[in-house]
């Protein structure tokens, strides 16, 4: 694994590919500690629904971040297309057009990420509004911005940041390595799970069935992470044999080889 790892980084193209991506990957994560003004996490309740959300975006709706959404619109929106174009003819005949099509059901599925966007978000301010999350901004020392203002102001800040994120992973997926959206869901899913398994080490010192709980914790990960690999390096050889023919005084064919 190591060599494979210094191979790649001897290759000017893949090391390229490889530094892109952790720039992209180093600017999502910046963003996701930007505090939106207007906001007031410490009147956050975040329940199952929303803790789920959160750590989707590596905890940055939890705080109420640039990326409080992250790339979970576009997540919908990508489904939704995908569906839709199955059941509306338009949208079908724009799949089997090729590249051509792609990009247009790509760039449909942008806009319909940018009104999902605005849909989640009034959603989500409006439900921390009800909470005393929404404070207000003062403009100058005397006057106060408009509470309906504030929420509108939130709304765009929110979707912007969808908006970006959605740009960020589509950099990663055109200039680095591998599809930017999992990268992005992979990163804000570990690090909101580094800071859990970090708070039940903590607490493992108070507690000896914790440490029980954590070392079989990663005796399953291990143990999961080696099936899934088990099963995608899994290869099954199939002979192909292909019958002879004499033409003359020549025989051809009579060969034997192998589909992986």
């Not at 929110?158 to 960020?168: D, L, P, Q, V, Y």
């Not at 079989?216 to 992470?225: R, S």
């Amino acid at each position: 694994m190591f060599q494979t790892i210094i191979n790649a980084l001897k290759d000017k193209e893949i090391r390229k590919k490889i530094l892109l991506t952790l720039m992209f990957v180093a600017i999502y994560r910046l963003c996701c500690f930007i505090p939106v003004p207007g906001l007031d996490p410490d009147n956050f309740t975040v329940n199952e629904f929303f803790g789920l959300l959160s750590s989707i975006t590596g905890g940055a709706l939890a705080n109420g971040t640039l990326f409080a959404m992250g790339i979970v619109p576009y997540i919908n929106a990508s489904i939704i297309m995908q569906l839709l174009a199955v059941a509306i003819p338009p949208l079908q005949r724009l799949s089997e057009k090729g590249e051509e099509g792609r990009k247009k059901l790509a760039n449909i599925t942008r806009w319909a990420t940018i009104f999902l966007a605005i849909i989640q978000a009034v959603g989500i301010v409006l439900s921390w509004r009800s909470e005393g999350a929404v404070i207000p901004i003062n403009i100058t020392s005397t006057v106060t911005m408009p509470e309906w203002l504030i929420i509108i102001f939130i709304v765009i800040i929110f979707t912007a940041g969808t908006t970006f994120a959605m740009w960020i992973g589509e950099r990663i997926t055109d200039y680095g390595i591998g599809n930017g959206i999992s990268l992005l869901i992979f990163v804000g899913i570990i690090s909101t799970a580094a800071n859990s398994l970090y708070t039940a080490i903590v607490n493992s010192f108070s507690d000896v069935t914790l440490v029980a709980n954590i070392v079989g914790f990663l005796l399953l990960t291990v143990a999961l992470f080696m099936l899934i690999i088990f099963i995608d390096l899994a290869e099954r050889k199939i002979p192909v044999n292909y019958a002879k023919q004499i033409k003359g005084r020549k025989m051809y064919g009579g060969q034997t080889q192998i589909i992986p």
